[in-house]
């Protein structure tokens, strides 16, 4: 990618993450996705020009780091210009996607200073990785973690445990040899089809209890949410409102307070998580699925 930045919106040093949660579609069909994302999903409401506005509101409330995410974010038809957008105005890009097909184009964004490339693996046997994301993705994730590394990418690889008996060593064995220096181990959190059921409600206390603080994410739909875990959780539309407004609102005051107490009250966030908190992507104080016991299949 040759473009450069072009104009440096962040006006106060905020360090903060938007999740822009681009699109319910997917070529997966994860048994344990926390927003129930896949093959029939859509991109919803949003258009172009409104995540360009969000960029920009960002940019300007000064936080430093966007991540597009799903579903699958590259199969948005406005994702590729959304991220040379997110780069342009000096903006961190980071990008969670399955690594079942990449362009050329993204190829480019990946190689560009300012990006970081995330993905999910769960095994190193075909069979067991593509029982979980029930398609056959094993080989063309792992030959794009291989294509990755040949470019001189350093992708942040999440193995996400979602069996017992899943080959979660094995996995990591596999991908040091491969290369990938940065290697996280997940486990499900309770939302979406995690919840192993549609009696079952979304389970609070699964969060890391600072969702909403320098952080939220913005829905296909405009739902604007202190996590991206919780699409449920809106606090707000940016089709109605601005984005300061959102996250300023005591709407968000009081689910963050929600989520805080049902955290507080469920032994959850904090050292429960080991350190790594919830993480989709590449930060280790951030948030990343996973939720002890589980009896359900994963997540993309």
Known sequence: MT???????????????????????????CGHCYNASGPDGTHGAMRRDDWIVVVDNAAERGIARVQLIGGEPTLHPD??????????????????????????EWWQIFQHRASTLATSYYSDQAGEH???????????TRANIVKALK???KPVVSIIQCEDDQRIDAARAELVGLG?????????????????????????????????????????????????????LSVGNILDSSLGGI??????????????????????????????????????????????????????
Not at 82 to 93: F, K, N, P, T, Y
Not at 133 to 138: A, L, M
Not at 182 to 209: E, Q, T, V, W, Y
């Open 180 to 232: 990938v220096e940065r290697i996280k181990i997940d486990r499900i959190r309770p939302f979406g089809r995690a919840a192993c059921g549609s009696d079952r409600s979304p389970d609070l206390s699964g969060l890391c209890g600072k969702c909403g603080t320098d952080r939220a994410a913005v829905g296909p739909d405009g739902d604007v949410t202190p996590c991206v875990f919780t699409p449920s």
């Open 247 to 300: 996250l300023d609102g005591p709407v968000m005051r009081g689910t963050k307070a929600l989520i805080r107490e049902s955290v507080r009250k469920g032994g959850g966030g904090g050292d429960d998580d080991g350190g790594n908190k919830c993480n989709p992507g590449t930060v280790p104080e951030e948030c990343s699925p996973g939720h002890p016991n589980s009896s359900c299949t994963p997540r993309n």
């Open 130 to 140: 593509d029982r979980i994301t029930r398609r056959p993705s094993h080989a063309r």
């Open 151 to 153: 470019f001189g990418i």
């Open 3 to 29: 473009a450069q930045a072009v104009e440096v919106l962040r006006t106060t040093p905020v360090e903060g993450l938007l999740w822009l949660d681009l699109t319910r579609k997917c070529q997966l069909s």
């Open 79 to 104: 994702a590729l210009a959304l991220a040379r957008h997110i780069l342009s105005v000096g903006l961190d890009l980071e990008v969670f996607t399955n690594l079942v097909s990449v362009t050329d």
